[in-house]
């Protein structure tokens, strides 16, 4: 049996669901049953956009996270415009591999690579850069490229990866993302590339792929650019590095 | 006595999730918000998840990222039901209204179809007035006014069947397949 006061109880707690407020502790004595107010939210729940983050909200997490991780700056680079009292600078964007180092410990590890790859890019003896006159630069043994594992490298200027294409060969793509230059990572469960800054998706053939934020890019990006790859005759991939 | 090492395990756990959070966060903040209804709350269970799971200091394997904020995201939402009421048994999740557990696997795109299809289950199991109040109040937002209108009833009748129904409805939770 229900009481008035667990009527009540009910009832405040369903406005509050309804009107967008915090769920609040049930008066003492009237706390009852968890369970309707439970099934409340869970048909609340199904409203178009209930489970849609709105962009305050995503924003305000990102800087929350990126507070804990110790970077201290609040700033979300998603927010601002650069040149406008940004603390990174789209030169720096651009500079792609630079701007874990630019952005200081918390851009460092925002800026790591996704989770499912073994290790840090492999570095790559850079040489001397001679913009007009590139070389063919040894990256990997092809049957390190699989699938599910991409490799990435620094090589000279170029940042990208090594990637097994689904007919089965090897392609290189670059690994700056094509909306402001942020460095991409691997997504393992998703088998996706993602950019660390502000979410953008791509796929292994360096399609865009959307984002986990909706809205965000209303009319796409262009895809991963290719770099001219190569593989020899002992099974080593070779990109021509710049 | 030696300095800690500047790369340990808490370190390393911060830099995978740090990478994986954009991907993850939207379908962590899909789960909460479809258990908890209203955005205040699941906004503020998404972001106390994700503290949580910074703040341990075990090492993390890439792989398991999901699986950890998941089982995070169910523990902040069984402490949430708990603080709301002070014996809360176990929450909507562990009964039949179980959405599916997203595991390992790749998100579904539209969320969890099985949630969807639990709560049309359980509409279609209620008596017409029943389901009717519920449909107007919570999946179209309706106010009391205008479900009263809808029905043909009167205002203060809304509150009372809206009540009832939600009683009803939750006890067949325990009942339906």
């Keep these: 049996m229900t009481g008035p006061d667990e009527d009540r109880a009910l009832e405040a707690a369903t406005d509050r669901l309804l009107s967008d407020q915090r769920g609040q502790p049930a008066p003492p004595g009237a706390a009852g049953d968890p369970r309707p107010h439970q099934l409340a939210a869970a048909l609340a729940g199904q409203r178009p956009g209930a489970t849609t983050p709105r962009p305050a909200f995503t924003r305000r997490l990102h800087r929350l996270i990126d507070r804990e991780l110790g970077g201290g700056r609040g700033e979300d680079p998603a927010v601002g415009h650069p040149g406008r009292g940004q603390t990174w600078s789209r030169r720096q964007w651009l500079a792609g591999t630079g701007v874990a180092v630019a952005a200081g410990v918390s851009g460092a590890l925002l800026g790591e690579l996704l989770p499912g790859h073994p290790a840090a890019p492999t570095p790559i003896d850079q040489g001397p850069l001679v913009p007009d006159q590139g070389r063919w630069q040894g990256i990997a043994h092809v049957e390190a490229i699989t699938a599910d594992h991409p490799v990435p490298f620094v090589a000279g200027a170029i940042a990208g990866v090594l990637v097994r294409e689904r007919g089965g060969g090897i392609a290189a793509l670059s690994a700056i993302c094509t909306h402001l230059g942020c460095r991409v990572g691997w997504a393992a469960t998703e088998r996706v590339f993602v950019c660390p800054c502000h979410g953008a998706r791509f796929a292994r053939s360096g399609a865009y792929a959307g984002t986990a934020w909706p809205g965000a890019y209303p009319s796409g990006l262009p895809p991963l650019p290719r770099l001219r790859s190569r593989v020899m005759p002992d099974g080593e991939v070779q990109v021509f590095v710049v | ?177």
């Design chain 2, 1 to 177: 006595m030696e300095a800690a090492p500047p790369d340990g395990p808490a370190v390393a756990r911060q830099r995978v999730l740090a990478a994986a959070y954009r991907v993850e966060a939207p379908a962590i903040y899909a789960f909460i918000a479809r258990r908890v209804g209203s955005a205040a709350d699941a906004e503020d269970l998404t972001a106390e998840a994700f503290l949580r799971a910074l703040r341990g200091r075990q090492p993390l394997d890439p792989e398991r990222v999901r699986g950890l904020l998941f089982t995070i995201a169910r523990a902040v939402l069984a402490e949430h039901w708990s603080r709301l009421y002070s014996e809360a048994p176990a929450p909507l999740d562990a009964g039949p209204l179980e959405l599916t557990d997203p595991g390992d696997g790749p998100p579904e795109p539209d969320g969890e179809p099985a949630a969807a299809q639990r709560v049309r289950t359980l509409l279609a199991a209620l008596p017409e007035n029943y389901r009717r109040v519920l449909e107007l109040r919570f999946l179209e937002g309706r106010s009391v006014r205008d479900t009263a209108k809808g029905m043909g009833i009167r205002p203060g009748n809304v509150r009372v069947l809206q009540l009832r129904a939600l009683r009803r409805a939750a006890s067949l939770r325990e009942v339906l397949p």
